[in-house]
């Protein structure tokens, strides 16, 4: 590997770990005025079929309910989202903007009526399922490999796309999870089909 191979892999890291960071450190400062405000913040979330709950689609993923639950979702946040903007940080950015969308929408869409739908793990269920299934898009073996073992370790995990618990929303998981397979479908595929064969 050349010098500039390296500096760019290195560049690359650097990118995602900073954003990947960035994000948590966004999730915990916006709890700590979610807190000083007495949850006011949390009426943000998706609320399904009201039109002023479509604002909840954009702001849904950077709130939480309560030190718990961001607690529960900042580990799988600050290492899922790496991995993907290890990939390269505008096909991750794209791959983020579907789940984050499709998610929002399908909650807003599907989700029982006078409920309130948030959190980030509308982003941590679609990075997962974006991660496992991107290798069969770019057919890279490293992020087919990488696909398996995240399966193998954290395949459990997606059966939160089932109804079953109380207070998760798994309509929140479920459009997640279809969101990053769309992720993988259309921003793997596409960027396969750009980069020339060698």
């Known amino acids: 590997m050349s010098q500039r191979s390296r500096d760019d892999v290195g560049g690359t890291w650097a990118r995602a770990a900073v954003l990947s960071i960035g994000f948590v450190a ?11 405000w007495s949850r006011d913040l949390d ?9 002023d709950g479509l604002l909840g689609v954009v702001l849904a993923p950077v709130l939480h309910a309560g030190w718990d639950h961001l607690s529960g979702n900042t580990v799988p946040v600050l290492v899922l989202a790496f991995l993907v903007l290890v990939g390269g940080t505008g096909r991750g950015l794209a791959a983020t903007a579907v789940i984050w969308l499709v998610g929002g929408f399908g909650v807003w ?30 057919r890279s073996a490293g992020e087919i490999i990488l ?11 997606l059966l939160g796309v089932l109804p079953g618990q109380p207070g998760v929303s798994w309509q929140g998981h479920l459009f997640g999870a279809v969101g990053g397979a769309l992720a993988a479908a259309w921003v793997d595929r596409r960027d396969h089909v750009a980069r020339p064969r060698l």
Request: glycine content about 12%; aromatic content about 14%.
């Open 109 to 138: 869409l599907t989700a029982p009526t006078l409920s309130i739908h948030l959190g980030a793990s509308v982003l941590v269920f679609g990075w997962l399922v974006y991660l496992i299934v991107r290798g069969a898009f770019t």
């Open 43 to 51: 009426a943000y979330g998706v609320r399904p079929r009201d039109q």
């Open 26 to 36: 966004l999730l915990w400062a916006i709890e700590v005025l979610d807190a000083v």
């Open 147 to 157: 696909g398996i073992v995240l399966f193998l370790a954290y395949g459990g995990l």
